[in-house]
């Protein structure tokens, strides 16, 4: 992936089984909202929280995240990085960037339901100090933003979503949390309706 120093990125990690418009609905506000010039779709090889069952094979996801990118805009890239890495581990694959590409500004995105557990993610507290990270809410999981256990113990480096542009360039830890409107989509309610009517008929 081409980035170059000074650039704004954000690192967009996503299971894509399959890609849908509430992913695109998360690149679009966040690449908005930041003032980003690149989001990078980190194609997850299998989120270690998530079961096995179900999950789409890696080239698959990719090709779904792919479609839905290209409908976002050119400042979008697929990557299937981790699976190169070795690593499934979201802490591993942002040290493993941060290296890779000095001076570029990374900004981790994730939406709403994942800060709820985000205190179970393997070193999530060096996530919080490796790099800014934005919230996007999502239905379903618009529990009071402050009370998720990562959520109270950073929550003196929350910076208002009124000034989530200067987020990109402000040192870690400091996140936001951002309402736009909300996009109901999930892979999991599209995948039940594939298998529905694959039963029906
Ligand atoms: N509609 C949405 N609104 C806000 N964030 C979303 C939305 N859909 C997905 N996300 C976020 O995108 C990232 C990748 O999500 P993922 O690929 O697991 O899709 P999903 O729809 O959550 O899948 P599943 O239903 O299988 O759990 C996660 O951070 C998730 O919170
Ligand atoms: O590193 C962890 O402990 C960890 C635990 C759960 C999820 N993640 C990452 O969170 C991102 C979103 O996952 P998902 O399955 O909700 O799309 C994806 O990049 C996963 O690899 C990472």
Excluded: C
Aim: no cysteine.
């Amino acid at each position: 992936m081409h980035l170059t120093p000074g650039m704004k990125v954000g690192l967009f990690g996503g299971s894509f089984n399959p890609a849908h418009d509430g992913h695109a609905h998360v690149a679009e506000t966040a690449m908005r909202r930041l003032g980003l010039d690149r989001v990078v779709w980190l194609v997850s090889p299998q989120n270690p929280l998530k079961s096995t069952h179900e999950m789409a094979p890696l080239d698959e996801r990719l090709r779904s995240a792919r479609d839905m990118a290209r409908m976002v805009g050119p400042r979008m890239i697929v990557s299937d990085v981790e699976t190169r890495m070795g690593t499934q581990w979201t802490v591993d694959t942002l040290r493993t960037l941060v290296a890779r590409h000095p001076g570029v500004k990374f900004v981790w995105l994730m939406g709403s339901d994942n800060l709820a557990g985000f205190h179970r993610w393997r070193g999530w507290t060096d996530i919080m100090r490796l790099m800014p990270m934005a919230v996007i809410a999502r239905p379903g999981s618009l529990m009071d933003s402050r009370s998720a256990p990562a959520a109270v113990r950073f929550s003196k480096a929350r910076v208002p979503a009124e000034q989530a542009g200067l987020l990109p360039s402000l040192q870690a830890p400091a996140w936001t949390y951002i309402v736009a409107p909300l996009n109901p989509r999930s892979s999991s309610a599209i995948r039940t309706a594939r298998n529905r009517s694959t039963e029906d008929g």
